[in-house]
Every structure is written in C-alpha cells, then in structure tokens.
C-alpha cells in the first residue's frame, strides 16, 4: 500500500487549523478540539532544539491563541517516507508568515499512529530551512 492521501489531508487540515487558532480570537473550547489532533504521548523537537510534550503543546498553543494576526502557514513537498501498519511517516516543508512580514522557511518530518481509525501526531520533528 503506497496512498498517503490521508496523512497529506491531515497535515493540510492540521495547518488550516493551527493558523486560525494563532491568527483568530476563538472560543477557548476550540483548543480542546485542535488538542484531539495530537497523540497523548506526543513529542516534538522544535526548529531551535526544545523538546515539547503534550503538555508542552498545549501550554504553547494556549499563550499563542489568537495572538498572531495576519499570521499564514503554507505548505509545500508532502512526501510519504513509510506506511506502518499502525500509521505513516512523512515530511513536508512549512512555510510562516505573520502580519509584519516575519517568515520562516522548515522542513518537517511527521510521525503519525492511527488509534481507533483515528489519525493522531505521535511524533513531530522540525528544521529550520
């Protein structure tokens, strides 16, 4: 089975997420929902070398909420690197843009775990470009 048609749309859909919840004032309940994307033992290394747990992303995502106007993700190269046969790894290259202009350019590699037919983030590995 080569189709990770699936793990592409949950990287893209993810993205569209994670910008509107940066980007846009939200009900707080909406985090608990982004929240349901990530695996409880979820772990990520971040383009500067911190490691974040589950915890950490919330915490993260919590501070951040609604703070960042103007702010865009756009995404480009998904590839699938291997289907498991309890989910996928892939990687993509990310692109952020806020209202000042900032940007930053990574590539990132995913590691996903499908529990219950659910596709969750176990695993998130970014470099900055």
């Not at 992303?57 to 190269?77: D, M, V, Y």
């Not at 590839?79 to 209202?99: F, K, N, P």
Request: proline share 2%.
């Amino acid at each position: 089975m080569t189709d990770f048609t699936e793990y592409f749309d949950e990287v893209i859909q993810a993205h569209v997420a994670i910008e509107k919840w940066l980007a846009e004032e939200q009900d707080p309940s909406g985090l608990d929902h982004l929240l349901t994307r990530f695996s409880p033992q979820f772990s990520m290394v971040s383009p500067l070398g911190r490691v974040l747990d589950f915890d950490a992303l919330n915490e993260l995502f919590t501070l951040a909420g609604g703070k960042k106007l103007g702010f865009r993700i756009e995404l480009s190269e998904l590839r699938g690197i291997a289907l498991h046969d309890t989910g996928a790894t892939v990687s993509y290259r990310e692109q952020q843009t806020d209202a000042t202009g900032l940007h930053s350019d990574r590539r990132s590699t995913v590691v996903f775990e499908q529990v219950d037919g659910k596709i969750l983030w176990r695993h998130l590995q970014e470099t900055f470009c």
